[in-house]
């Protein structure tokens, strides 16, 4: 790594600390972010969604499955930012085969209800170990800092939900006048498929604008 082409101030910070500059990373190369990862995020949701009739559940758990998948990409995009570099989908598409591919069933089995997986991350995909000195790695990374990774897993966990429900209760408030009772009946459920599409649809939405700050932080 040249530590001299960082574009980050190089020093130590507090977990929470570094957190934020996650987000302020994220901000800083919005555009690089979501013209990078959008383009693959919305083949998957619209995968995702073609299932809503198999099961009314069926979408939204695909898209929350592939997460730690999805975050291989992000976490790819914010490699290059920290050294200044913006990125395109071209550029994630000519690293496929490490990004997208390697590590692929370890990444949605063993790793995938870790509370602290966009944590340890880097350590699988960036620094190229393996065996012993990887397990030594990722305990090192652990080391007094579980409860703070998964602290932050659980924020952003909760600001999705939190998200979520503003969605529903924005439709219900801007609703036309005396429409918004009918927008709550049909958010409950009582017009076979499509409750189930508008929730997945509203997930989708929240992950691909939460899921880029989270994997940064």
Known sequence: MQVDALALALRPRSMMEASDLGVRLVQSRAGSVWRSFLPLYLVVVAVALATVEIAGWLPPVIIFWLKPWLDRSLLFVHSRAVFGEDTRFADLWRARHQVWWRQLLPTL????LSPWRSFTQPAYQLEGQHGAALRKRRAQL????????????????HLEMIFILALFALAVWFAPDGDGA?????????????PSLLYAIAYAAVVALVEPFYVAA
């Open 182 to 194: 009918s927008v709550f009946q049909l958010l409950r459920g009582e017009e076979g498929v499509l």
């Open 109 to 112: 089995t063993l790793r995938r």
């Open 142 to 157: 652990l080391r007094g800092k579980r409860g703070v990774a998964g602290a932050v897993h659980v924020a952003f966990a």
